[in-house]
């Protein structure tokens, strides 16, 4: 479990789900931070971090409702206001809680090219898992570290938009344009991917 920290007492258990884009000149756009009320709460509202959202599901996962949802209301409106040259191109990972035919529609009409990544290769092709997440998790976890070691304040779906901005924020631009190269992306390169990794280790 690669991303097992530490033992929680039953009360403690939540599972959140942080939704994150990226582009290949660096750039970290608002992620969106998916919760299961019905109705969020105030508190939470009031917690997250200026341009992040918020989304909702009945599991806390990703949804294909909630994904389009962050397409149209988050990460395009971020790439007019970038003033980004259309049309661009969005990689996804082509897990079904991403695909819907409202997004498909959204996305033809403000020139978003959408291309899945094929299928059990994300490991060597998408620039998150290549390049991102590892020193995100690790930030993630310095960050969690420290909180438990203080008295007064304990990590909670009401701060935890907050508390994990912390550790977004240290991702840097190289971190980001390193993941899209190693993949072969940006630039493109097909050479450039480490295909021994799709080799069973026998």
């Known amino acids: 479990m690669p991303n097992f920290y530490e033992i929680a007492n039953r009360p403690e258990k939540e599972c959140t789900t942080v939704l994150c884009s990226f ?38 996962w990703m949804i294909s409702s909630t994904f389009f949802e962050y397409i149209a209301n988050s990460l395009y409106p971020s ?31 403000k020139q978003i090219h959408l291309y899945c990544l094929p299928p059990n290769d994300t490991h060597i092709l998408q620039p998150c898992d290549v390049s991102i997440f ?17 008295d007064s304040i304990t990590i909670n779906k009401f701060n935890f938009a907050t508390i994990f901005k912390e550790a977004f924020d240290k991702i840097t631009i190289e971190v980001i344009q390193n993941g899209f190269k190693a993949c072969g992306l940006y630039p493109f390169d097909d050479n450039a991917v480490d295909y021994d990794k799709c080799i069973p280790n026998r």
């Open 23 to 60: 582009s290949a000149d660096g750039t970290s756009f608002p992620p969106m931070v998916v919760y299961t009320y019905k109705r969020i709460p105030a508190p939470v509202v009031n917690n997250l971090p200026d341009s992040w959202v918020f989304g909702r599901s009945d599991s806390g």
């Open 79 to 109: 790439l007019v206001e970038k003033k980004v040259t259309f049309p661009v191109l969005l990689f996804l990972d082509g897990h079904s809680s991403n695909l819907s035919l409202d997004l498909s529609e959204f996305c033809a009409d």
């Open 134 to 150: 590892k020193p995100l998790k690790l930030h993630w976890k310095k960050v969690v570290h420290k909180y438990k070691q203080s």
